[in-house]
């Protein structure tokens, strides 16, 4: 599986796009880490077997007690992702929130989700609204489970339980394989909880699977988002897909400092359809419950003129008709599993639009890889470097 994500490695990082070459530094870091993310999640899934403390712990005091995920940016569209699926499969209510939801209105969050037990996510371990929120839950006397690639940080010093993945975190500045093998981290608990050996099995076959489909996709996708400029980029889905396209706009916003937004994949037609022209670029994130309907809203677009990116687990030949690409994950494995590769083509798209932008996605724009505020003004704390 290793040979496959290099190969697919080595040509995605000399294609040139739309006729351009972009720099070979720029985005190098990104795309690195974006095409291994199935070797991170080998190394994932060998770490979770590792640790049986984690699954005990659970499986004695906590499973069937709600939850609340509480987190910033992407970590928090990763939270909600984790929620939606773990509320179907476990049976037990699962919230997320942002840090500062928590930190503003603290007893209203927990009277309204009802959590007893709250997971507090920061790939840096170091976002100053994460920590001041497990430090409030730290006073509060609430069991609290940080999860963090952060091998040594200060939410591991507020937090009950601490769950660290060093092996997934990014040298670049946006989550990519972080988001990913967390997701996939929690997934397995998940179903291991659920006690669902099947789903753990399908988990088992993603990473060979995954790589093999890069190797075959991933310049298809690059190649669409250097075609030509678009104005406005839109990412649309239903269910737990609906978070999926959140953290693909953020991905899109943060590698190309450009606009995108998100919606409920329905919801696009109750308004947000004004924008819908030849300059948009409009991605579906196909679910099994709604995808029927969400075909006729990918027709309905192209007439208007927008490019669609279709992302769908098998493709159809009306799905071919309406789409200017589209990507088929083609698996046979459940939609739970199919998660953590589905928002891939995202990742892709936001490198090569911010390359073809002349910008260098390794470091995007006004950004730093955590928030930390300063205590006493209230702003962005004055740091060296990122
Ligand atoms: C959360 C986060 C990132 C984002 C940005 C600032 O960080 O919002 O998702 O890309 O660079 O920080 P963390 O709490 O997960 O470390």
Redo the contacts with the bound molecule.
């Keep these: 599986m290793k040979k496959n994500t290099s190969r697919a490695s080595k040509r995605t990082a000399s294609t040139s796009h739309g006729g351009r070459t972009s720099s070979p530094v720029a985005g190098r870091l990104t795309l690195q880490e974006i095409l291994s993310q199935p070797e991170t999640w080998v190394e994932t899934a060998r770490k979770f077997e590792q640790n049986s403390e984690l699954l005990r712990g659970m499986h004695s005091s906590s499973q069937n007690r709600p939850w609340l995920f509480v ?6 569209y990763l939270s909600q992702t984790i929620a939606a699926q773990w509320t179907k499969l476990l049976q037990v209510a699962c919230t997320a929130v942002p840090a500062s939801e928590l930190l503003f209105a603290p007893h209203e969050v927990i009277r309204r989700t009802g959590a007893q037990q709250v997971a507090l ?7 100053t609204e ?1 920590l001041r929120a497990a430090q409030l839950l730290k006073t509060e006397a609430v069991r609290t489970l940080g999860v ?1 690639c952060n091998e040594s940080s200060v939410l591991e010093e507020l937090c009950t339980h601490t769950l660290k993945l060093p092996w997934a975190d990014e040298k670049s ?3 990519t394989r972080s988001f990913t093998s967390i997701l996939l981290f929690f997934e397995r608990l998940g179903a291991k909880l659920a006690g669902d050996a099947e789903l753990v099995s399908a988990l088992d076959a993603l990473p060979e699977k995954t790589a093999t489909w890069l190797a075959a996709n991933a310049d298809k996708i690059r190649a669409l988002g250097t075609k030509r400029r678009f104005a406005d980029f839109v990412f649309l889905g239903q269910g737990a897909h609906y978070w999926l396209a959140q953290e693909a706009a ?1 991905k899109m916003t ?1 590698m190309s400092s450009s606009y995108a937004q998100a919606y409920h994949t329905l919801e696009f037609r109750h308004g947000p359809k004004a924008i819908a022209s030849d300059e948009t670029l409009i991605t579906f994130f196909l679910s099994e419950a709604a995808a029927d309907e969400e075909i006729l809203l990918a027709r309905e677009l192209r007439k208007l003129g927008a490019a669609t990116l279709v992302v769908a687990n098998r493709a159809t030949p009306e799905l071919r008709r309406n789409s200017e690409l589209l990507i088929e994950l083609g698996l046979n494995e459940p939609e739970y599993a199919r998660m953590a590769m589905t928002v891939i083509p995202a990742q892709l798209l936001g490198l090569a639009v911010g390359l073809s932008k002349g910008l260098n996605p390794d470091k995007p724009r006004n ?5 930390v505020l300063d205590s006493k003004k209230g702003g962005p704390a004055k740091r060296r470097g990122a």
């Design positions: 987190a910033c940016g992407s970590s928090y996510l920061s790939r840096s371990g170091k976002t994460v963090t500045m946006v989550m953020l943060e950004l730093t890889r955590a928030v």
